[in-house]
Each structure stands twice: as C-alpha cells, then as structure tokens.
C-alpha cells in the first residue's frame, strides 16, 4: 500500500495471506520450526499477536503480547525507540508474569529497519528473558533491519 501511514512509505499488508487458512497454515508451521525450543513465544502488537499466537498454540507453550504504550495496567516495562515515520513505545507487565531467564522467540509479521524488533528484544531483556531468535513472515531487505538485530539470530519466511 504506497504512502502509507505516511508519504513514501510502502506499506505491506499480510491481511489477506493470514485470513487464508492454507496461508495462516503454512506461516504459522514455518515460524514454529524456528521457535521449536522456545519457552514463550512474544507477539508485537498487532499482527504479531495473530501469528505469535499461532505459534505459540502450535507449539503447546504461552504467548506474550508486547503491547503499545498506555494498553496495559502498571507497573510495565516499557522501551521507547524511533520508526522510520517516528517514535514509539512497547510495553510488557512488571507484575503477575515470571520472564527471568525465559527463552523467548519473538514473532512479528514484517521487518522494516529492525528498530521495533530490537525494541522488544532489550524490553525482554531488561525484564530478564534470555531473547534466543526472532523470526517474520517478511523481510524487506533493502532497509537493513537485520543488521540492527545482531548477534541475534533472525528467521525471514520471505526476503524482498
């Protein structure tokens, strides 16, 4: 989708792939191959909430929603970083949910310039989770954004 949220931006929308269920099938079986020794799968808010969630059924394990600032009671846990169209702020709770020393994959729907991947990868950390790999259903590899994410181990379904 051209110019959108913001002008020069190519949007790409996965909607219709994820509400094909030989789509959401076929996705949801490939990043669980990559999240196989995880104990807590994290979906960023929203589209990786839909796929994480997937996964994280497939596997038999929870899932955690990485949240959009100001969605969750306090106290949280809340990193702020930039976009490539400006800032924002991702959240997790500090209370009722044990993270220290949890292996975590996170799953998220596209990888752009790796800035919200790398957000929830320090959030988790700072909340105790070992952060072992993080893996999309599609990379635009021209941005860079996995160079951001080094050394941690990333899965693209489908590099453009």
Known sequence: VA???????QFKDLTPVLADPH?????????????????????????????GGAVAHRLGIGVLAVRKAGKLPPPVYSE????EYGTA??????????????NIVIIDDVLATGGTLAATSR???????????AAVVLELGALGGRDLLEPLPVSSLHII
């Open 3 to 9: 110019d959108f949220p913001e002008p020069g931006i």
């Open 23 to 51: 789509g959401l099938a076929v996705i949801t079986a490939a990043l669980a191959e990559f999240a196989a020794d995880a104990e807590l799968v994290a979906g960023i808010d929203a589209r990786g909430f839909l796929v």
């Open 80 to 83: 702020t970083y930039d976009l």
């Open 123 to 133: 959030l988790l950390t700072r909340a105790g989770a070992n952060v072992t790999g």
């Open 89 to 102: 702020t991702l959240e997790v709770p500090a209370d009722g949910l044990e993270l220290t020393g949890r």
